[in-house]
């Protein structure tokens, strides 16, 4: 990654069996050395576009297709927040198949999901009759859930919950409390498999960097990789450790 050709170096006193002597100094990369986004800028549209990390996409592969460089990968992963590539960026398909097999056991892909020892479930959407979203689709839930349906809340009426089979119509006063009454209606069940492509899919969410701000990100960037002077400081990309030497 470009990223590790940016950061500043410090002299640190060589471990080496063969030096010299203790003043001895190898030249490493200061890897403590590191920046984020500022935290209000989080949900500004003026400067984060959203986008939907495809399959197979990588960090290098968006920068390239975003800023027309791949060595800007670190760009894509600090304006997307990422701290831990290898547990927030999505797997693709086949390494997620993969995951999951290795998880659960070729066997029990298709089993349902237990957690805490009760089946996850997901809601499907669930309109009112003038098309408002009641209930969003994708919602993890167990068999317990329940709310309020039309006939309390509205005094009648009907919603429709849009079911991977068809358009289903919902009436009553309470929808759901029970594993069978919400498979029947707002929620569908999920295999260990479709549990761990959701919270996959949950991953391709993020927020990049326009490419009109990317100079200016660049320019700061590089900005606070510099050293201030100090005791230790010899140039603005260059400092020594302390000294541990106790006698000459």
């Not at 500043?8 to 063969?18: D, K, R, T």
């Not at 390239?64 to 398909?93: C, F, G, H, M």
């Amino acid at each position: 990654m470009a990223y590790f050709s940016e950061l500043p170096n410090i002299l640190y006193q060589s471990p080496l069996g063969h030096k010299t002597g203790s003043g001895d100094y190898i030249v490493v990369k200061n890897l403590f050395r590191n920046v984020k986004l500022l935290n209000y800028l989080e949900s500004n549209s003026h400067i984060f576009n959203k986008y939907i990390i495809k399959d197979g996409e990588r960090p290098d592969t968006l920068a390239k297709k975003v800023y027309n460089n791949s060595e800007y990968d670190y760009v894509v992963i600090l304006s997307a927040r990422i701290t831990n590539i290898r547990d927030q960026w999505p797997l693709d398909n086949r390494n997620l198949y993969e995951y999951a097999k290795e998880k659960y056991g070729i066997e029990k892909l298709n089993e349902a999901k237990m957690i805490a020892g009760r089946k996850v479930y997901e809601t499907v959407e669930v309109q009112d009759n003038k098309g408002r979203v009641i209930i969003p689709k994708g919602i993890s839930i167990d068999e317990g859930f329940k709310i309020d349906g039309p006939d309390r809340r509205y005094n009648g009426g009907n919603w429709v919950a849009i079911r991977p089979n068809g358009r289903v119509s919902i009436t009553g006063t309470t929808i759901g409390g029970n594993a069978s009454a919400l498979l029947n209606t707002v929620a569908i069940s999920l295999s260990n498999h479709q549990y761990e492509v959701n919270e996959n899919d949950k991953k391709r969410n993020i927020s990049i960097l326009k490419p009109s701000y990317l100079q200016i990100f660049l320019d700061d960037f590089r900005r606070i990789m510099r050293y201030d002077r100090n005791s230790q400081y010899i140039n603005p990309k260059l400092m020594r450790t302390e000294n541990t030497r106790l006698v000459e």
